[in-house]
Each structure stands twice: as C-alpha cells, then as structure tokens.
C-alpha cells in the first residue's frame, strides 16, 4: 500500500497514527507474528457517505439532454445505420425464414420451399 500512494515507512507509520488517534483504525491481536490493524465501526460509518457534491436538477436535465442528443447523434450517423442495416437485415431475413417455414409446415404456405 505504500508504494501506491507513494509513501515513506516513516510517513505510513504516520498516516497509522493519524487514523488510530481519531478511531478509524484499532491494533489488533497479532495474526502472524505482527500486530494488524484493525477498521473500526467509526471508519465503516464512511462507506455509505460520499465526496460527491449534490447535482441539481437543471444540472441533471442538461446532463440528459446531452446524452439523448448524443445517442440520437450517434444512431442517425451512417456508420452506425450500416451495422444496425446489417445487423436487423440479417434478423428480418432469419424471422421471415421461420415464419415461412411454419407456414410451409402448417399448410398455410402461399409458396413452398424447395430443398
């Protein structure tokens, strides 16, 4: 953990002090050979809160108007109504396929299917 926030033993050693002090964390029984720190029902508290601030609502109304302009954006471009041409003609063509062929099956075939 400390090479990932980039700290020194010395400044970790501080860091653990910090939080033990204002009860985040607790020593607790040595599991291997070494004391382990242990996190308190104060540190848990934390979880659900967030450093997030409050977004209001015209905040979140633009925020969702740009998102459906995008995506509309973004459905009418050329590239992506080739893939979905691509994509549902190849479904359109399976689906009249079955049916035809239920129809075939059924008697109710206005053509028949010819192997």
């Given at each position: 953990m400390l090479k990932e926030l980039r700290l020194s033993d010395a400044q970790g050693d501080r860091v653990l002090e910090e939080l033990a002090s204002q009860g985040y964390i607790s020593l607790g029984p040595p599991q291997h050979k070494e004391f382990e720190y242990q996190i308190t029902e104060l540190a848990y508290e934390l979880v659900p809160?967030?450093?997030a601030k409050r977004i209001s609502r015209t905040t979140t109304q633009d925020a969702l108007k740009g998102l459906i302009s995008r995506a509309k954006e973004i459905t009418l471009s050329i590239r992506c109504r080739l893939r979905m041409a691509t994509f549902s003609s190849g479904?359109?063509?399976l689906?009249?396929?079955?049916?035809?062929s239920l129809r075939c099956l059924n008697g109710r075939a206005?053509?028949?299917i010819s192997s």
């Open positions: 809160s967030s450093a479904v359109k063509w689906r009249s396929f079955l049916i035809r206005l053509f028949s």
